[in-house]
């Protein structure tokens, strides 16, 4: 659009900006062809007059006052504009009312008017205003009008340089995209209104974005009232407030890539969560981390075709099942996790959930212990790896079913190898004075015995050793091997308990 006339030229990176008519002043440039100024490039930005230790409000007039000074040096027109920001302070929703509390320049460059903020893309002050901090930000030299109307709105709408204008009214309702949302990649959010209403306590966000980017959020300071789930292009995000009110909700988001030069979580949206009613059931345990589920991000890690591609999971009967195929040559670690006095210890955790490796597949049995909200944490790592295992991903998993009581899965040691698998018992409990089959999957051993009050030895049977042992007269039974006939001595693999009478 070109401002004051409104004709449109093409894209939004081709509108005319004519704008209206001024006598203006000049921009404070080095004396340099104005060519390389052109209106996808950013102004060279020098310092600005602007004093670290002044408020907000007059290190803005000191900076639109210096990219006036001295005309004569570049010849170019320069505009000093007022109005209302969106900047430090602002809250989200808020109205304005009364004089200007902020100024900005409109410049004509190449038979053009371009919009720039000279303050913020120079720093910006502490939450007391006392001190400034120098920080360039480019995105506020030559913005696009179409931008520049997020968070600055003109007193003169004509040097909004759009057609149709914007109304204050539609300024102040307008959702808040600073400058940290377009130069991440992000295209759009929902809802794209500041004021979210909780409808039978929940709230939902989704942001887009072009490529993999990662995602946080804090609602009153914390990540614990929400599940959010990372798409291929963007995230999704639900919010279920535990108090009635007002709750403000900060959505954070950086990029994805390891070498990234500035690898801190930037804020992106503010929000205004108004809740009327809470719904207590969707009170998540501590240990869920945000993001929930698999998503693009767990693929890198090696995690493809998730039998489960939702972050959380129903069971009726206390038991589930996920598959991966692991697409590196990766080790896995899980855990499962609960709150309050139904914690469990870190080993309980592990016993929880039983690895079965079949070439490039992993799935993964889960046990509950009991009814109620469980995290399964997966971490991974490379076999060659020495080191510790990264944490990669979560789930949550929920069951209702107070009746549920699962013992945990058989203790296992060091050479049980990742690729053995137990068909039979899977629990890690065993009847007292009862006639227990065994039945394990398990290559390169000479001979298995299981070790009761008595010994049973185990016989091959296409591939698997099987047999029976009777639990009468101990509490603690475990499988050994011999993996050389050669030698003597036997390993112990697996360990179960045995019920007391």
Same mark, same amino acid.
């Given at each position: 659009m070109d401002g004051a006339s409104g004709k449109k030229t093409g894209n939004m990176q081709n509108w005319e900006r004519k704008g209206p008519s001024s006598t203006g002043c000049s921009l404070h440039l080095c004396a340099k062809t104005t060519k390389a100024n052109s209106p996808t490039q950013p102004l060279r930005h020098h310092r600005l007059f602007s004093s670290p230790e002044v408020p907000d409000r007059f290190n803005t007039e000191l900076s639109c006052c210096s990219l006036s000074f001295p005309s004569s040096l570049a010849g170019i027109q320069c505009k000093k504009l007022s109005g209302h920001a969106k900047g430090h302070g602002y809250k989200t929703g808020q109205?304005?009312?009364?004089?200007?509390? #902020?100024?900005?320049?409109?410049?004509?460059?190449?038979?053009?008017?371009?919009?720039?903020?000279?303050?913020?893309?120079?720093?910006?002050?502490?939450?007391?205003?006392? /001190?400034?901090?120098?920080?360039?930000?480019?995105?506020?030299?030559?913005?696009?009008?179409?931008?520049?109307?997020?968070? #600055?709105?003109?007193?003169?709408?004509?040097?909004?340089?759009?057609?149709?204008?914007?109304?204050?009214?539609?300024?102040?309702n307008n959702m808040l995209h600073n400058s940290n949302f377009y130069t991440?990649?992000?295209?759009?959010?929902?809802?794209?209104?500041?004021?979210?209403?909780?409808?039978?306590? /929940?709230?939902?966000?989704?942001?887009?974005?072009?490529?993999?980017?990662?995602f946080m959020f804090k609602l009153k300071g914390t990540d614990e009232h929400g599940l959010m789930t990372l798409k291929k292009h963007g995230m999704e995000l639900d919010i279920y407030p535990q108090k009635t009110g007002s709750h403000k909700l900060e959505i954070f988001a950086k990029p994805s890539k390891a070498e990234a030069a500035d690898d801190v979580y930037k804020c992106v949206l503010e929000y205004v969560v108004e809740c009327e009613s809470v719904d /207590?059931?969707?009170?998540?345990? /501590?240990?869920? #981390?945000?993001?929930?589920?698999?998503?693009?991000f767990s693929e890198r890690q090696g995690f493809l075709r998730p039998s489960h591609s939702q972050p959380i999971l129903h069971t009726n009967d206390g038991r589930c099942s996920l598959t991966f195929t692991l697409s590196k040559d990766i080790s896995v670690l899980t855990s499962l996790h609960a709150d309050g006095s139904s914690s469990l210890s870190e080993d309980m955790g592990r016993r929880h959930v039983l690895q079965i490796h079949r070439r490039n597949q992993i799935e993964l049995k889960v046990h509950l212990p009991h009814a109620g909200n469980f995290v399964l944490k997966i971490y991974s790592k490379k076999k060659s790896d020495p080191g510790n295992y990264d944490y990669i991903f979560n789930y949550l998993i929920r069951c209702l079913n107070t009746e549920v009581k699962?013992?945990?899965?058989?203790?296992?040691?060091?050479?049980?190898?990742?690729?053995?698998?137990?068909?039979?018992?899977?629990?890690?409990?065993?009847?007292?004075?009862?006639?227990?089959?065994?039945?394990?999957?398990? #290559?390169?051993?000479?001979?298995?015995?299981?070790?009761?009050?008595?010994?049973?030895?185990?016989?091959?049977?296409?591939?698997?050793?099987?047999?029976?042992?009777?639990?009468?007269?101990?509490?603690?039974?475990?499988?050994?091997v011999h993996e050389n006939a050669n030698h003597s001595f036997y390993s112990q693999v697996l360990k179960y308990e045995v019920e007391t009478q």
């Open positions: 109205t304005f009312t009364g004089n200007s509390d #902020h100024a900005w320049n409109a410049v004509y460059l190449e038979g053009r008017w371009h919009l720039l903020d000279s303050t913020w893309g120079s720093g910006s002050v502490d939450d007391s205003f006392t /001190k400034f901090t120098y920080r360039y930000n480019e995105f506020y030299f030559l913005t696009h009008p179409a931008l520049f109307i997020n968070n #600055h709105f003109p007193d003169n709408s004509n040097w909004q340089l759009l057609k149709p204008t914007l109304t204050l009214k539609e300024f102040e991440l990649g992000l295209l759009a959010a929902r809802p794209d209104t500041p004021i979210i209403q909780t409808v039978n306590g /929940k709230a939902s966000v989704s942001v887009d974005c072009r490529s993999g980017t990662l /207590k059931a969707m009170r998540f345990p /501590k240990e869920l #981390h945000q993001p929930v589920g698999p998503s693009w699962w013992p945990a899965f058989p203790q296992s040691f060091s050479k049980w190898l990742q690729d053995y698998e137990i068909l039979e018992p899977l629990s890690g409990l065993l009847p007292a004075n009862r006639n227990v089959q065994f039945k394990l999957k398990m #290559h390169g051993i000479a001979k298995v015995l299981v070790q009761a009050e008595n010994m049973y030895p185990l016989t091959q049977n296409k591939g698997c050793w099987e047999g029976t042992c009777n639990t009468s007269g101990c509490r603690e039974v475990f499988v050994m």
